[in-house]
């Protein structure tokens, strides 16, 4: 089953508002020379109205960092989909492990914000992943299982033709340590056959799953050669436009 490629960076709370606008016109003609696949930055919340306005008609798609459950209300600090859709973004990550561990999101409160961007016309990059010690205590599979199985609760077959998985092994973001191409594709193999079990073939078939930890340029075509990776998020190697261009022009 070809399933488009999908090359997305997270920026994360890096760049002032001026340089988020340069660094995505920099990055914006990557997407003409690679018509073949999906390319997306996730700058900070305020500067995706700059960005979108920015990148309108390169065909760079532009995704939030978090979403909220709600459409609107008393939620100090949050987004919705509503506030995003105005702008101009497609898609938000969710789940990353930075809110998970840092800010501690947990599966059911990522699950409400995966809902809140369905019923907002927002597509989810929902990420999951193993921390160093579930790895060593051999709780890999464990530990996904249950991170895809409550992320997506009461998400329907048709609904996931929207949802992207980003497997991100917490042990190798931002510590570049990559997982070996192996070990990324053992585990998106993993997650291929738990989509089987939860919906039906087809859905495991097509649902897009990047790979997340340390991706650079040197390691891109590696990973992007495993039949079961489609694609990448990547963090750190976002904000140099060079390396994000060479990573979006993987081979
Ligand atoms: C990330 O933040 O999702 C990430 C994978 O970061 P890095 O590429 O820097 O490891």
């Known amino acids: 089953m070809e399933r488009r490629p999908f090359i997305a960076g997270n920026w994360k709370m ?11 016109q920099a990055v914006a003609p990557t997407c003409a020379a690679c018509p073949d696949r999906d390319i997306m930055i996730a700058p900070s919340f305020t500067s995706l109205a700059a960005v979108c306005a920015a990148v309108k008609g390169s065909g760079l798609q532009v995704g939030a960092q978090n979403i909220a ?70 709780k890999t599979f464990a530990v996904l299982d249950t991170q895809v199985r409550e992320g997506l609760q009461a998400v329907n077959s048709a609904q996931m033709e929207c949802v992207v998985l980003a497997y991100e092994p917490v042990w190798a973001i931002g510590t570049g ?9 053992e585990v998106h193999a993993f997650l291929r056959q738990l989509l089987a079990a939860m919906y039906e073939k087809t859905v495991a078939e097509t649902v897009r799953i990047l790979y997340g930890g340390s991706v650079k340029p040197d390691n891109i075509d590696d990973l992007m050669a495993q039949p079961d990776i489609d694609g990448a998020l990547v963090g750190g190697a976002a904000l140099k436009a060079e390396s994000f261009d060479r990573i979006a022009r993987f081979r």
Not at 14 to 24: K, M, P, R
Not at 120 to 125: L, V
Not at 177 to 185: G, I, L, N, P, R
């Open 177 to 185: 340590k990559t997982a070996s191409k192996e070990q990324a594709q």
């Open 69 to 138: 459950w709600d459409r609107e209300g008393a939620y100090t600090g949050e987004i919705s989909s509503p506030m995003l859709k105005d702008l101009g973004v497609s898609l938000a990550i969710i789940g990353h492990s930075e809110r998970r561990h840092i800010f501690g999101e947990d599966n059911a409160m990522i699950n409400r914000r995966l809902h809140g961007a369905l019923d907002g016309d927002i597509r989810p990059i929902l990420c999951i992943g193993e921390t160093l010690a579930d790895r060593e205590a051999g």
């Open 14 to 24: 890096h760049l002032t508002l001026a340089e988020a606008v340069q660094l995505a």
